[in-house]
């Protein structure tokens, strides 16, 4: 195992002083081979090809980066990455540019979705279709390091992290100015039955409200938001 390693990290090695000066598409295992004097053989013997070389880059360094008995969550956890990828900046500016199946950006993505679809799943239940929520959060997420990194001169990863947190922030503000409004809305004495139902199924439906927490906000019981959804499930030529 341990000449194993020693291997892969000269390979490792061999790349990142060839991308010093090489685009990565011109590269060849050919070139990382005779760089640090390996044979064919030797490298296909640990890895598939150069992007799978890149991808254990990536496991390897920042699994060492993070300290053992580190318990980091949350923004931590992404402080921490951002720290990882500003120190190696110049590697990874070049790598993330690649547009490949096997590329690093589609390795990074299998590494940060199943992250995303926990979250997902945790705030809007598992019953949740979280695919479409899954990919627009990973593109926006690898899309906001790629352009990040790729600067000639990024921002300090914590300054990058608190623009991360003011982006979210500005929609979770927006989001409760829209539910507001529409809660506003529902309680307008002109409306009839049925726009006050439709008003609590675009809550329910759009903000993810359950009845009770309906009936809260508009201080009413549960049972009348009820009975008033009810209306909902009429014949339209009734309503």
């Known amino acids: 195992m341990a000449d194993s390693n020693i291997t892969k990290s000269a390979l490792a090695s061999a790349l990142k002083e060839l991308m010093e000066t090489t685009p ?18 030797s490298f296909y013997y640990h890895f598939k090809d150069k992007f799978d070389l890149v991808n254990w880059i990536y496991d390897v360094e920042y ?20 720290d ?10 070049k790598v993330m540019k690649v547009e490949d ?3 690093f950006i589609n390795h990074f993505r299998d590494i940060v979705s ?11 239940g598992e019953k949740t279709d979280a695919e479409f929520y ?4 990973c593109d926006a997420v690898i899309c906001a ?20 947190k003011s982006c979210i922030k500005v929609v ?3 989001q409760e100015r829209m539910e507001i409004a529409l809660i506003e809305n529902v309680q307008r004495s002109d409306l009839n039955p049925i726009e006050e139902a439709l008003g609590y199924r675009q809550l329910i439906d759009e903000f993810g409200l359950t009845q009770e927490e309906i009936a809260v906000r508009v201080a009413k019981s549960r049972t009348a938001i009820t009975k008033t959804m009810r209306l909902l499930k009429l014949d339209e030529q009734i309503q």
């Open 134 to 137: 899954v990919n627009f959060f």
């Open 114 to 124: 199943p992250l995303m679809e926990e979250d997902i799943r945790e705030i809007l």
């Open 101 to 103: 199946q096997n590329s």
């Open 24 to 41: 990565f598409a011109k590269i060849t295992v050919s070139d990382i081979c005779a760089k640090c004097n390996m044979n064919r053989k």
């Open 63 to 82: 699994l060492s980066h993070v300290q053992i008995g580190e318990n980091l969550i949350g923004w931590d956890s992404v402080l921490h990455l951002c």
């Open 145 to 164: 390091f790629g352009r990040w990194i790729s600067q000639k001169e990024p921002l300090p990863p914590k300054e990058f992290v608190n623009m991360m």
């Open 172 to 174: 979770a503000i927006t």
């Open 84 to 93: 990882y990828f500003y120190e190696n900046k110049d590697f990874y500016r």
